[in-house]
C-alpha cells in the first residue's frame, strides 16, 4: 500500500488561487487523481494525470481553472486552483490507482470565502 501525503490548502477568497501537492511513499501506480467531497456531498472527481506520458482529465467544472501536473523524480502530484469560487470549498483528497482498491490521502480543506 502506497502512502499519499498531501499539503497546501487553506482559505482563500473568491478569485484567488492555492496549490495542492501530494507525495507518494512508492511509484507503484500509472495514474494520480485529485478527487473532493463538499459538506452533506458525496466525493467528486476533480482531475486525473497519467504517470507515464502526463495526459491529463479534468472535470467540467475545473476545466480552465485548474491544473494537474507530475514531478516524476519526487513522486508528487500538484493541483494548481486558480480563479477559485466558494463553490469550489471542500475536503480535497488525493488518490492513486494502486491494486487492488487504489490509495487514497487523508484529506486536506480547501476553503474559499464569497
Known amino acids: 500500500q502506497v502512502q499519499l501525503v498531501e499539503s497546501g490548502g487553506g482559505l482563500v477568497q473568491a478569485g484567488g488561487s492555492l496549490r495542492l501537492s501530494c507525495a507518494a511513499s512508492?511509484?507503484?501506480?500509472?495514474?494520480m487523481a485529485w478527487f473532493r467531497q463538499a459538506p452533506g456531498k458525496g466525493r467528486e472527481f476533480v482531475a486525473r494525470i497519467y504517470w507515464a506520458d502526463g495526459s491529463t482529465v479534468y472535470a467540467d467544472s475545473v476545466k480552465g481553472r485548474f491544473a494537474i501536473s507530475r514531478d516524476n523524480a519526487k513522486n508528487t502530484v500538484s493541483l494548481q486552483m486558480n480563479s477559485l469560487k466558494p463553490e469550489d470549498t471542500a475536503v480535497y483528497y488525493c488518490?492513486?490507482?494502486?491494486?487492488?482498491?487504489?490509495?487514497w490521502g487523508q484529506g486536506t480543506q480547501v476553503t474559499v470565502s464569497s
Open positions: 488518490n492513486a490507482d494502486t491494486r487492488p482498491l487504489g490509495s
Open positions: 512508492a511509484p507503484t501506480f500509472s495514474t
